[in-house]
């Protein structure tokens, strides 16, 4: 029997399990990893969790597949330096026979990640449950994504040309100028009024004319924090986490050094989010996390939304268990 064909024996027998596609297991930070919040609290519930890196994944005679390492992940506060215990071998699995495939992968999204995608997608033409849904991945580019839904963002220029950067400068005053690839605030610069250094932000960030950038509005309710607010299943969470800049920083983003606040969902975003929420949900977006600053809609995140540990310690509500909850249903399995 060749290898493809025990693999899709295996999956015929209905082993199950969840399958996690992430970053090495070695680099999350276990203190305030959401995906590892989400294997816990699966865990818990008597899942069997299966980890693997979207270079783990593979295609052959009709069968996509992984080789995957099966682990127990160890509670909060559990002894020993690592967060989680091997549970055998790795061995390769049709990802068809596990009951979900996760890809939680952090950006960027380069043409690796988008392989991945095109992989998962060859699992759910036979079967698999991916989620988020690896056409929907595609689909929304976390920064571009917002564009469709422009009655709810700040005035946004979408553009490789120095120019008319400068010219949507000229007009706004006060501008924020990103990459369409970054995550954690990476390669984002603030371009105050009559800032002598634009031109040169300019050539850097859209590499000479060559990169296509987004230029916004600048937000001064940064100040107040960046609200990064959940949707499981096209619902919100009703905490946001407030990510405030510290000291001197323009970025609230954690990585970038802010501080996070657990806050109720304001009346402007719960309508936000019931605006978008289950339109994502219908597009196979299981969790989506919005980034809202002020009354303004910022980004759309879809690759692997966090937060789950710090709105969950601030605000009682457990985030892992309410995606639980959605998966199962979705899935229609409980352990």
């Given amino acids: 029997m060749t290898g493809t064909a025990q693999v899709t024996a ?14 090495p297991l070695d680099t999350l930070k ?40 099966p682990i127990t992940p160890e509670p909060p506060g559990a002894h020993g330096a690592r967060w989680y215990e091997t549970a055998g071998a790795a061995a390769p699995r049709a990802l068809a026979g596990f009951d979900a495939v996760l890809m939680r992968k952090d950006p960027p999204f380069d043409a690796e990640y988008l392989y991945a995608t095109h992989l998962l997608e060859a699992a759910v033409r036979s079967g698999a449950r991916v989620f ?111 990510r405030v800049p510290k000291a001197g920083e323009s970025r609230g983003n954690l990585a970038a050094g802010g501080t996070g606040h657990a806050r109720p969902l304001s009346a402007r975003d719960r309508q936000i989010a019931e605006a978008l929420g289950p339109e994502l949900d219908r597009r196979g977006l299981l969790l989506v996390g919005l980034d809202v600053i002020g009354d303004c809609l910022t980004e759309i995140n879809v690759t692997s939304p966090t937060c789950f540990v710090e709105i969950h310690e601030q605000s009682g509500f457990d985030v892992a268990a309410a995606f639980a909850d959605a998966l199962e249903a979705r899935v229609g399995v409980r352990a």
Avoid at 10 to 23: K, N, P, Q, T
Avoid at 36 to 58: D, F, K, V
């Fill in 30 to 69: 276990a203190y305030k990893d959401s995906s590892i919040a989400m294997m816990r609290e699966l865990a818990r519930r008597g899942h069997a969790i299966w980890a693997c890196t979207p270079h783990a994944l593979s295609w052959e005679a009709g069968a996509a597949a992984a080789m995957a390492q």
């Fill in 132 to 242: 988020n849904a690896p056409a929907a991945l595609r689909d929304h580019n976390e920064k571009l994504a917002i564009t469709e839904f422009d009655r709810y963002i700040a005035p946004t220029l979408v553009t490789s040309d120095p120019e008319r950067i400068l010219a949507f400068h000229a007009e706004q005053g006060r501008i924020v100028v990103k990459p369409l690839d970054g995550m954690g605030g990476s390669g984002i610069f603030h371009v105050a009024a009559g800032d002598p250094n634009i031109n040169v932000i300019l050539e850097t960030v859209t590499q000479l004319g060559t990169r296509t950038v987004m230029a916004q509005r600048y937000l001064p309710q940064i100040a107040e924090g960046d609200k990064r607010i959940l949707l499981i299943a096209g619902r919100p969470v009703p905490f946001a986490l407030a």
């Fill in 10 to 23: 295996r999956a015929a027998r209905g082993s199950g399990g969840l399958l996690f596609v992430l970053d």
